[in-house]
């Protein structure tokens, strides 16, 4: 991704809603991924955009939630998430809420910066009152979490949580063992976990399927278990359906480990 910089100010015409999406690398549901219009937008006011394969938008704009990313003019992440709350499903806003915040640490093999952090979310939310969708943008945010880089990944958290199992922890670190009392170094970086029962939640995606990363996850595996931790894999379909089996399947490891639900 380019580098995105400060408030934009020539042209009124900027991208919005799915088109800006796009550009940050949101993870939009189909219905919009096939929908290749244009979104362009003008602050509330102004003429309305219209050109061929364009949908126009007016929006009440502040100055700084349109900003520029490689020369192009569009809205900011947090506004554009906001936007997106018109179109999209609370679930799918809080995916697409993930992938903005998302961010690793300089101990992660790719260390990563957030678009925007979970406050933005909140601030451009107390600034808009009167959005569409302003409802379900509220209960999304309070739902958002850093560390969750991949859609499936923020469905396992809900559907875990959902379930009443514990929220697992995201972003967390495995260190290993110093001979000499330090804290050692990294050597795992679960999709999830929980830490006070070393229960590690991998989520498996169809890149799983070759024989590199199918070795690569044979040695994470004995890692795992050298580090007195329990890894719980979880595919797609384990997320599918009423009653989904990743929750049996993290409960029975995590009680395997100790947990409690009394």
């Given at each position: 991704m380019g580098h995105a910089q400060g408030t934009a100010s020539a042209s009124p015409d900027h991208l919005s809603l799915g088109s800006a999406a796009r550009l940050w690398n949101a993870p939009l549901p189909g219905r919009l991924e096939d929908d290749w219009r244009i979104h362009l937008a003008r602050r509330r006011g102004q003429s309305t955009p219209r050109r061929v394969n364009v949908v126009g938008h007016q929006l009440a704009l502040l100055p700084h939630e349109v900003v520029e990313l490689d020369g192009v003019r569009l809205t900011s992440p947090a506004r554009t998430w906001l936007d997106l709350a018109s179109v999209l499903s609370a679930d799918e806003l809080v995916i697409v809420g993930d992938s903005m915040v998302y961010e690793h640490g300089p101990e992660f093999p790719r260390p990563r910066e957030a678009l925007c952090s979970i406050e933005e979310l909140r601030s451009v939310l107390e600034r808009h009152p009167g959005s569409r969708g302003i409802r379900k943008a509220r209960a999304a945010v309070e739902l958002?979490?850093?560390?969750?880089?991949?859609?499936?990944?923020?469905?396992?958290?809900?559907?875990?949580?959902?379930?009443?199992?514990?929220?697992?922890?995201?972003?967390?670190?495995?260190?290993s063992e110093d001979p000499w009392g330090g804290r050692?170094?990294?050597?795992?970086?679960?999709?999830?976990?929980?830490?006070?029962?070393?229960?590690?939640?991998?989520?498996?995606?169809?890149?799983?399927?070759?024989?590199?990363?199918?070795?690569?996850?044979?040695?994470?595996?004995?890692?795992?278990a050298r580090s007195g931790w329990h890894e719980v894999r979880i595919s797609r379909l384990d997320l599918l359906g009423e009653r989904p089996a990743a929750v049996p399947k993290v409960c029975n490891a995590l009680a395997a480990r100790g947990w409690s639900t009394s």
């Open positions: 958002i979490r850093v560390g969750a880089d991949s859609p499936p990944e923020t469905r396992l958290r809900l559907v875990l949580i959902r379930g009443g199992l514990p929220e697992p922890v995201l972003n967390h670190v495995v260190w050692g170094w990294p050597v795992l970086w679960p999709d999830a976990a929980f830490p006070p029962w070393r229960v590690s939640l991998q989520y498996e995606g169809a890149h799983h399927n070759g024989e590199d990363q199918y070795l690569r996850d044979i040695r994470r595996a004995d890692t795992t």
